[in-house]
């Protein structure tokens, strides 16, 4: 029965894409319903698909169904401790990741589902990554967790301390980091990529002293131009900043400028969106609660650009500029980026998880450089010279 369902899906997908490419609107509109029929007959990977074990503490009993998998830390000291932030934000992560997993599996075509892999770190703690891969609508979607616990090693204590953390070199440093990302590449280039990453992070110093601080952010990465969409993206995260600080959005959206930029091309690698760090103030509750409300934002400022874009006809010339874009994609993510740099340096650091983000495929051509009045010419002038969109 297993294998029937796996090619009925199959079927299903490569009719889908064949049809597509045929830019017939009537085969397509036929297809998509013939899809959505089929998609009844895809098997369900959420790890809790069996009867989900709901403990109770004194009479409260926590709702794991609701989540993709069991959450790391057992869910009775989750329940028994709730206004702890270790815990607060691992419930809130876990919610984050089956609302979006959830939210994209809805936007695919043929009923494609996320493949769950729950996974534990010797060294203490574990994580969830949620991945989906060879869809129609998406061709490579990741959406982890991780909380994690040990020792910093030598090269992560090193880099916060150039960003200003107050850390003894050569100590051995307890640490607690709980976090979603997701990167989401779709199968269309006119549906942009997206991702975001919100994360806590607890030191334990020398003195035994803890430090703490929120950090995130959530960007956009088109492969075309759509001032609306862009409009649309920035309203949102400006609107999730503005309940909490004016500020905070001009701030943080020109930090992700600064930050998302592959310097050796003086180009930025989309079209920004907010990103922070180190945010320990005015308290904690109000970080939590500002973290929680960017988190929240992402559903409403991406997934009605995939509805919009989704099923939007595409040629040959579309699809290999998004392959070069996705290039510069992974330039970014293994030469700059930070998060991932800390992860390959963490013991025990679960590389599959870590380069989740790198695109199934990607291209690079030498000396590549469209024309200037191109509609890929008009995405460059934007990436060259990041603009305000609200």
């Not at 976090?179 to 779709?186: E, K, N, R, T």
């Not at 110093?205 to 952010?217: L, M, P, S, Y």
């Not at 759509?226 to 409009?231: F, L």
């Not at 308290?283 to 973290?291: H, I, L, P, R, Y």
């Amino acid at each position: 029965m297993n294998a029937l369902r796996h090619t009925i899906s199959l079927v299903s997908l490569g009719t889908f894409q064949l049809v597509r490419r045929t830019r017939g609107p009537h085969a397509r509109g036929f297809l998509l319903g013939t899809g959505l029929g089929l998609a009844s007959f895809s098997a369900v990977t959420y790890a809790h698909s069996a009867e989900a074990v709901n403990p109770k503490v004194n009479g409260v009993q926590m709702d794991t169904s609701r989540f993709m998998a069991e959450p790391i830390t057992d869910s009775k000291a989750l329940l028994g401790d709730k206004e702890n932030m270790r815990h607060r934000m691992e419930i809130l992560i876990m919610e984050i990741q089956a609302e979006f997993c959830r939210a994209l599996e809805a936007e695919e075509n043929c009923g494609q589902k996320f493949k769950v892999d729950r996974w534990e770190r010797p060294e203490g703690g574990g994580g969830i990554t949620c991945v989906l891969q060879d869809g129609d609508v998406f061709e490579k979607a990741g959406v982890n967790i991780s909380v994690v616990t040990g020792s910093l090693p030598p090269a992560a204590v090193q880099q916060m301390r150039a960003r200003g953390k107050n850390l003894k070199e050569g100590a051995s440093l307890p640490f607690f980091a709980s976090g979603v990302s997701a990167v989401i590449h779709p199968r269309n280039p006119h549906v942009p990529t997206i991702h975001f990453n919100y994360r806590y992070f607890e030191v334990e110093t020398a003195k035994g002293e803890k430090q703490w601080w929120f950090g995130g952010g959530t960007d956009l990465t088109p492969y075309y131009l759509c001032e609306k969409d862009a409009s649309h993206f920035h309203q949102t995260l400006k609107s999730a900043c503005d309940e909490h600080d004016a500020t905070y959005y001009p701030r943080f959206k020109k930090w992700c400028d600064d930050y998302f930029r592959i310097k050796h091309r003086n180009e930025s690698r989309g079209i920004g969106g907010i990103f922070f760090d180190d945010i320990d103030s005015p308290n904690q509750e109000a970080a939590f609660n500002f973290v929680s409300s960017c988190a929240r934002a992402v559903i409403p400022s991406y997934v009605p650009l995939v509805r919009k874009h989704k099923n939007r006809e595409y040629g040959n010339n579309e699809r290999q500029w998004q392959l070069l874009r996705r290039g510069r994609y992974v330039e970014f993510n293994l030469i700059y980026d930070r998060g991932t740099k800390f992860g390959l340096y963490t013991p025990g650091a679960r590389y599959e998880s870590i380069l989740m983000s790198l695109p199934l495929h990607a291209r690079w051509e030498y000396m590549h450089e469209p024309k200037s009045q191109s509609e890929e010419g008009k995405l460059m002038k934007v990436l060259k010279n990041p603009k305000d969109w609200v």
